[in-house]
């Protein structure tokens, strides 16, 4: 069975760079039929998609955040990682990361239960 | 403002029978598969439907999704309490490189 698991700082003040990892057991993140992604829902509101990346390195962004995001995978820990720069009141939310299919369709599953994450000063 | 829209609530009482939709374009739902993830409050979502129409294992065949041209649909038949929870649509987009669109979500009550 696939597990996820978030963790990292869990408050921020604004400019500051949040940092997390997301362990992985019960699958290989060196595994070619993966991506492996970072999903995030401010409170009271939708979902929204960050990006993903393979065990290659190779990576997909979204467009509204790419400037300032930076995935990185360790094969070796099996784990990966998220890097947001210059954090606002604006990036508080619940990050999640989930395991993503990749090739012949996009489901992401399973899902780590999530870590808040709240930029204040 | 989401890409794909949703309506942001829905309701029904215990067995009736609830459809949520979900509106995209020709660049995301139009030449995409829809996928369909369910959230109970404090929880993390989880995959509902996939590929349009198909239910992982351990989903009740309550669940059912479909989708045309550029919109889509999850109906959830003889509804019951345990699925109060929202529901999140979500596709490839094909613009800007490419990447996951999400709805703005439904809130289901079961009344």
Same mark, same amino acid.
């Given at each position: 069975?696939?597990?996820?698991?978030e963790?990292?700082?869990?408050?921020?003040?604004?400019?500051?760079t949040?940092s997390?990892?997301c362990?992985?057991s019960?699958?290989?993140l060196?595994?070619?039929?993966y991506?492996w992604g970072?999903?995030r829902?401010?409170?009271?509101?939708?979902?929204?998609?960050i990006?993903t990346i393979?065990y290659?390195?190779?990576t997909?962004y979204?467009?509204?955040?790419?400037?300032?995001?930076?995935?990185?995978?360790?094969?070796?820990?099996n784990?990966?990682?998220?890097?947001?720069?210059s954090?606002?009141?604006?990036d508080?939310?619940m990050y999640f990361?989930a395991?993503?299919f990749?090739f012949g369709e996009?489901r992401?599953?399973?899902w780590?239960?999530?870590a808040?994450?709240?930029?204040?000063? | 403002?989401s890409?794909?829209t949703q309506?942001?609530?829905a309701?029904?009482?215990?067995?009736?029978?609830v459809?949520?939709?979900?509106?995209?374009s020709?660049?995301?739902?139009?030449n995409?598969?829809v996928y369909?993830?369910?959230?109970?409050p404090?929880t993390a979502?989880?995959?509902?439907?996939y !590929?349009n =129409?198909?239910?992982? %294992? &351990?989903?009740?065949d !309550?669940? =059912?999704g479909s989708? %045309? &041209?550029t919109s889509?649909s999850?109906a959830?038949?003889?509804?019951?309490s345990?699925?109060e929870a929202?529901?999140?649509?979500a596709?490839?987009?094909e613009?800007l490189?490419?990447?996951?669109?999400?709805g703005?979500g439904t809130?289901?009550t079961v009344?």
């Open positions: 069975q696939v597990q996820l698991q963790s990292g700082p869990g408050l921020l003040k604004p400019s500051e949040l997390l990892t362990a992985v019960g699958d290989s060196s595994s070619s039929i991506y970072w999903i829902q401010p409170p009271g509101k939708g979902l929204e998609w990006g393979f290659s390195g190779s997909y979204s467009p509204s955040l790419k400037s300032r995001v930076t995935m990185s995978i360790d094969t070796s820990k784990q990966f990682s998220l890097r947001l720069t954090v606002t009141a604006t508080t939310a990361c395991r993503q990749w996009k992401l599953d399973p780590g239960q999530g808040l994450v709240t930029v204040s000063s | 403002q890409v794909l309506p942001p609530s309701s029904g009482t215990p067995g009736q029978t459809t949520i939709s979900c509106s995209g020709s660049s995301n739902i139009g995409n598969y369909w993830y369910q959230q109970v404090g979502p989880k995959v509902l439907i !590929r =129409s198909q239910r992982p %294992s &351990g989903v009740p !309550r669940f =059912s989708k %045309s &041209g889509a999850l959830i038949t003889g509804l019951r345990e699925d929202d529901y999140h649509c596709t490839w987009d613009s490189g490419g990447h996951v669109i999400f703005g809130k289901l009344l």
